[in-house]
C-alpha cells in the first residue's frame, strides 16, 4: 500500500496553514520603547499633522499618563492607520492596546464598548507578539486583557508565559495574584473543534497477510488487511463549576466527540459526563474528586459503557514548574463482548517546565491495569513520554513529542502466541504540530499534526504500523 494519497493531503494542510500569515494585520518588528512625555496634556484634538511620528506618539503616552484614554486612542489609531511600515508601529500598537485596556475599566463604559476597546486590545498585543513573541511586557498586557474578557484560560496561559521571564519580584506577586482571582472566579468554560483526519491504517490494523498455527500458514482475508482512509472528527464540551465556599467549588461537565470515515466500520462517538467537588488546598494547589460516566458508540450501536471516579491534583511548585497529577478507576461493561468486563484503574503524573517566555517542556509518565472477566485479556501498561512546544515569530507554535508504553497481557494467546503464552506489546509514537493562533475563524484557528506510530508484539496480526495527520481548528472560551 502506497502512502501517496495520506502525504498529500498533509502536504496541502501545511500549504494552506503557512499562506494565513498572509491575511491583512497590523505589522510590529521592534520591542515597545520609552517615548516621550510632553508637557501639554490639555489637548482636546488628535495630533496635527504638522507633528511628527514621535511627537505623536510622546502626547498620545501624556493623555494615557493622564487617564485620558479616549483621547489618546483617537491619536494612536489614527497613526496606527497612517503608518502601516513605520519603524516605530510597535510603540503605536503598545500604546493603543494599553489605552483600549485602560478605557474599558473606565466608570460608565457600555458593556457593547467595553467589549470593543477589550477585542482591540487584544488585536493590538497579539499582532506584536506574532512578530516578536519574546516581548514579556507586551505578554503581561495581553493576559490583562483577556483577564478582563473574561477569558481565564488564556489569561492562565500567557500569565504562566510571564512568569518564565526575567520579572521583577513585584510583578511576579502581581501575576500570581491574578492567578488566584482566576481560580476563584471560575465559572463556565467551553471548548469546541473540528478537524480532517487521513490515516494509513484506521483501527491501528497489522499489515501480515499470513498466520502461523502449529506451524501451517493461513492467508488473511483481504477485508482484514490495513485500510487507509480520510476521516472528520467533531468535539465539544462544557463545565460549570458552582461555588461552595471561599475555597470550595462543585464541578459538573460534559463532553462528546464524533468521528467519520468512508468505511463506517471506523464510525465512533463518545460522551461523558463528571460530578464533584474542586477544592483549592491554597495559592499554589487544588484537588478534584469527581464521579463519572462514558459511553461509547461503535458505528451507532452501543459497544460499552463505564461508570467510576477521578481524582486531580495540581501544584505549582515554582513560576517554572507545575506538577499535575490523576488517579481514575471504572467499572467497564459491554453490549456484546461481556468477556471484556471488568474494572479499569490509571494512574498518572505530568511535570510542566515553562523554561522562557517562549519554550515549554512536558514530561508524563503513568500506569494501566484492566481486569476484565477474560484472564488472557487483562493486562498492564506503563508509559512515558515527553513533550516541547516552542512559540515562534509570526504567530507560529511548533510542538513536538514522543511516548513509549508497555503493555503486558496474560497468557492463553494461541495461535497468536504459538506456545499458547503471554502476550508483550511495545508502542512507539513521535509527534510533530504546527499551530497558528494569531490567525483565528470565528474563534478557531489552526493546527496542522503528524503522528507516526508502531507497534512491535511477540503476538502475530497484532502489531501494526500507521502514520496520521490532523488538520484542526480548535476553540477555548
Request: hydrophobic share 40%; with cysteine.
Given at each position: 500500500?502506497?502512502?501517496?494519497?495520506?502525504c498529500?493531503?498533509?502536504?496541502?494542510?501545511?500549504?494552506?496553514?503557512?499562506?494565513?500569515?498572509a491575511l491583512?494585520?497590523?505589522?510590529?518588528?521592534?520591542e515597545p520603547?520609552t517615548?516621550q512625555t510632553?508637557?501639554?496634556?490639555a489637548?482636546?484634538?488628535?495630533?496635527?499633522?504638522?507633528?511628527?511620528?514621535?511627537?505623536?506618539?510622546g502626547?498620545a503616552?501624556?493623555?494615557?499618563?493622564?487617564?485620558?484614554?479616549?483621547?489618546?486612542?483617537?491619536?494612536?489609531?489614527?497613526?496606527?492607520?497612517?503608518y502601516?511600515d513605520?519603524p516605530?508601529?510597535?510603540?503605536m500598537?503598545f500604546?493603543?492596546?494599553?489605552?483600549?485596556?485602560?478605557?474599558?475599566?473606565?466608570?460608565?463604559?457600555?458593556?457593547?464598548?467595553?467589549?470593543?476597546?477589550?477585542?482591540?486590545?487584544?488585536?493590538?498585543?497579539?499582532?506584536?507578539?506574532?512578530?516578536?513573541?519574546?516581548?514579556?511586557?507586551?505578554?503581561?498586557?495581553?493576559?490583562?486583557a483577556f483577564?478582563?474578557?473574561?477569558?481565564?484560560?488564556?489569561?492562565?496561559?500567557?500569565?504562566?508565559?510571564?512568569?518564565?521571564?526575567?520579572?521583577?519580584?513585584?510583578?511576579?506577586?502581581?501575576?500570581?495574584?491574578?492567578?488566584?482571582?482566576?481560580?476563584?472566579?471560575?465559572?463556565?468554560?467551553y471548548?469546541?473543534?473540528?478537524?480532517?483526519?487521513?490515516?494509513?491504517?484506521?483501527?491501528?490494523?497489522?499489515g501480515?497477510?499470513?498466520?502461523y498455527?502449529?506451524g501451517?500458514?493461513?492467508?488473511?482475508?483481504e477485508?482484514?488487511?490495513?485500510?487507509?482512509?480520510?476521516?472528520?472528527?467533531?468535539?465539544?464540551g462544557?463545565?460549570?463549576?458552582?461555588?461552595?465556599?471561599?475555597?470550595?467549588?462543585?464541578?459538573?461537565?460534559a463532553?462528546?466527540?464524533?468521528?467519520?470515515?468512508?468505511?463506517?466500520?471506523?464510525?465512533?462517538?463518545?460522551?461523558?459526563v463528571?460530578?464533584?467537588?474542586?477544592?483549592?488546598?491554597?495559592?499554589d494547589?487544588e484537588?478534584?474528586?469527581?464521579?463519572?460516566?462514558?459511553?461509547?458508540?461503535?458505528?451507532?450501536?452501543k459497544d460499552h459503557?463505564?461508570?467510576?471516579?477521578?481524582?486531580?491534583?495540581?501544584?505549582?511548585?515554582?513560576?517554572?514548574?507545575?506538577?499535575?497529577?490523576?488517579?481514575?478507576?471504572?467499572?467497564r461493561?459491554?453490549?456484546?463482548?461481556?468477556?471484556l468486563?471488568?474494572?479499569?484503574?490509571d494512574?498518572?503524573?505530568?511535570a510542566?517546565?515553562?523554561?522562557?517566555?517562549?519554550?515549554?517542556?512536558?514530561l508524563?509518565?503513568?500506569?494501566?491495569?484492566?481486569?476484565?472477566?477474560?484472564?488472557?485479556?487483562?493486562n498492564?501498561?506503563k508509559?512515558?513520554g515527553?513533550?516541547?512546544?516552542?512559540?515562534?515569530?509570526?504567530?507560529?507554535?511548533?510542538?513536538g513529542?514522543?511516548?513509549?508504553?508497555?503493555?503486558?497481557?496474560?497468557?492463553g494467546?494461541?495461535?497468536h502466541?504459538?506456545?499458547?503464552?503471554?502476550?508483550?506489546?511495545?508502542?512507539?509514537?513521535?509527534?510533530?504540530?504546527?499551530?497558528?493562533?494569531?490567525?483565528?475563524?470565528?474563534?478557531?484557528?489552526p493546527?496542522v499534526?503528524?503522528?507516526?506510530?508502531?507497534?512491535?508484539?511477540?503476538?502475530?496480526?497484532h502489531?501494526f504500523?500507521?502514520?496520521?495527520?490532523?488538520?484542526?481548528?480548535?476553540?477555548?472560551?
Open positions: 500500500m502506497t502512502l501517496t494519497p495520506l498529500r493531503a498533509l502536504a496541502v494542510c501545511v500549504c494552506l496553514l503557512l499562506a494565513l500569515p491583512p494585520a497590523w505589522g510590529a518588528t521592534e520603547a517615548v510632553q508637557a501639554d496634556t489637548a482636546e484634538e488628535p495630533a496635527p499633522s504638522s507633528l511628527s511620528v514621535g511627537e505623536a506618539l502626547l503616552r501624556a493623555l494615557v499618563d493622564s487617564g485620558r484614554f479616549e483621547d489618546a486612542l483617537t491619536i494612536l489609531y489614527a497613526l496606527v492607520e497612517q502601516p513605520h516605530r508601529r510597535t510603540d500598537l500604546l493603543l492596546g494599553l489605552a483600549a485596556t485602560q478605557a474599558s475599566l473606565a466608570p460608565g463604559v457600555s458593556e457593547e464598548r467595553r467589549e470593543i476597546l477589550l477585542d482591540l486590545a487584544v488585536a493590538a498585543f497579539r499582532d506584536i507578539l506574532n512578530r516578536d513573541p519574546s516581548l514579556v511586557r507586551v505578554r503581561l498586557e495581553l493576559a490583562r483577564f478582563h474578557q473574561g477569558e481565564d484560560d488564556l489569561a492562565r496561559e500567557h500569565f504562566e508565559w510571564v512568569l518564565a521571564g526575567d520579572v521583577p519580584p513585584p510583578v511576579v506577586a502581581n501575576v500570581r495574584n491574578f492567578l488566584t482571582l482566576i481560580r476563584a472566579r471560575r465559572r463556565w468554560s471548548n469546541a473543534g473540528l478537524a480532517l483526519l487521513p490515516d494509513s491504517n484506521l483501527g491501528g490494523t497489522s501480515e497477510r499470513i498466520i498455527i502449529y501451517l500458514p493461513f492467508v488473511r482475508d477485508d482484514d488487511l490495513v485500510t487507509s482512509g480520510l476521516g472528520l472528527s467533531v468535539w465539544g462544557a463545565e460549570y463549576q458552582v461555588p461552595l465556599g471561599p475555597q470550595t467549588r462543585l464541578r459538573a461537565g463532553n462528546a466527540s464524533r468521528r467519520e470515515y468512508s468505511q463506517s466500520r471506523f464510525d465512533e462517538t463518545y460522551a461523558s463528571h460530578l464533584g467537588p474542586r477544592v483549592l488546598l491554597d495559592r494547589t484537588a478534584s474528586v469527581l464521579a463519572t460516566a462514558s459511553q461509547r458508540w461503535a458505528g451507532t450501536v459503557h463505564a461508570l467510576g471516579t477521578r481524582l486531580e491534583v495540581r501544584h505549582r511548585f515554582n513560576p517554572h514548574l507545575t506538577l499535575s497529577g490523576g488517579a481514575s478507576w471504572q467499572g461493561r459491554y453490549r456484546t463482548q461481556t468477556s468486563d471488568g474494572p479499569v484503574a494512574l498518572s503524573l505530568g510542566a517546565w515553562i523554561i522562557t517566555p517562549t519554550l515549554r517542556l512536558d508524563t509518565t503513568g500506569y494501566g491495569r484492566e481486569r476484565p472477566a477474560s484472564t488472557r485479556a487483562r498492564a501498561s508509559r512515558i515527553a513533550g516541547v512546544s516552542v512559540i515562534l515569530p509570526e504567530g507560529f507554535t511548533l510542538g513529542g514522543a511516548e513509549y508504553r508497555r503493555t503486558d497481557y496474560g497468557s494467546w494461541f495461535p502466541v504459538p506456545d499458547n503464552g503471554a502476550r508483550v506489546d511495545r508502542t512507539r509514537s513521535l509527534r510533530a504540530s504546527l499551530h497558528n493562533r494569531g490567525i483565528t475563524v470565528l474563534g478557531f484557528s493546527e499534526s503528524l503522528v507516526y506510530e508502531k507497534r512491535d508484539t511477540n503476538a502475530q496480526l502489531d504500523e500507521r502514520t496520521r495527520g490532523e488538520l484542526r481548528f480548535v476553540r477555548q472560551f
